[in-house]
């Protein structure tokens, strides 16, 4: 069946680093793609997505390439901030329902 | 503004009890899910309905009840048959025709045993 795929965290950064979050799938046909985040003590937010393949989805200065070649949605941002401090939900859309990835924390320090 | 409104945001349950999520969406959307989150993991599916008076079980359904009877409204009962109930619940709603689009998330619902 579709599955979802994240890299283990917690990922720890200082300000200002480059991240990358991993996230490779497995699907018939073409899913969109999205990537959440999660705050402390609350729900989770669309973050981006993409709905066909070599689509990118930004937001925040976050990016995702949907790459069918390698079935993958990594998460980049450019320079990280300590309020980007979250964890980060991968997830298709299967039939009738998202399917999520396990969920990456990142960790950001000053 | 358009939302989701799970109620209430803590929670606390005795052994034995039945209790009752609140749920309530403005975004007139006709799908909507609940799911359970455990510490260091993922969401699992515990039910979603795609319409009004409809609604299927989802990954980890036993032990949970959900009703429909409202576009706007899904409620979710933790019975007492669900063993462990101690999780963070998190209700959702999306447009159900088209398979690119996002789902809306509530603030989520702390459910602890006493």
């Known amino acids: 069946g579709d599955s979802v795929t994240q890299m283990e965290g917690p990922v720890t950064l200082s300000e200002e680093a480059f991240l990358t979050i991993n996230c490779t799938y497995t699907?018939?046909?073409?899913?969109?793609l999205f990537w959440y985040v999660q705050y402390p003590g609350e729900g989770l937010q669309l973050l981006l997505k993409?709905?066909?393949?070599?689509d990118k989805g930004s937001n925040k200065g976050f990016e995702a390439t949907y790459r069918k070649e390698t079935t993958s949605f990594h998460l980049e941002k450019g320079s990280v901030q300590v309020s980007d401090s979250a964890v980060y939900f991968c997830a298709l859309r299967g039939t009738d329902k998202l399917i999520f990835g396990t969920g990456t924390r990142l960790q950001v320090f000053p | 503004d358009g939302g989701i409104t799970q109620s209430p945001k803590y929670l606390f349950r005795k052994e034995g009890q039945n209790v009752t999520l609140s749920c309530e969406q403005n975004?007139?959307?006709?799908?909507m899910y609940w799911y359970r989150q455990d510490p260091g993991q993922g969401l699992r599916l515990i039910y979603y309905?795609?319409?009004?008076?409809?609604?299927q079980k989802g990954d980890i359904a036993e032990g949970y009840s959900v009703s429909r009877e409202k576009k706007e409204s899904f409620p979710l009962t933790v019975t007492s048959a669900q063993k462990n109930p101690t999780a963070f619940y998190l209700c959702?709603?999306?447009?159900?025709?088209?398979?690119?689009?996002?789902?809306?998330f509530g603030d989520g619902t702390r459910l602890s045993i006493l």
């Open positions: 309905s795609q319409i009004v008076n409809d609604f």
């Open positions: 699907a018939t046909g073409y899913p969109s």
């Open positions: 993409a709905t066909k393949a070599d």
């Open positions: 975004l007139n959307h006709d799908a």
């Open positions: 959702a709603s999306s447009i159900r025709e088209y398979g690119n689009q996002p789902q809306h």
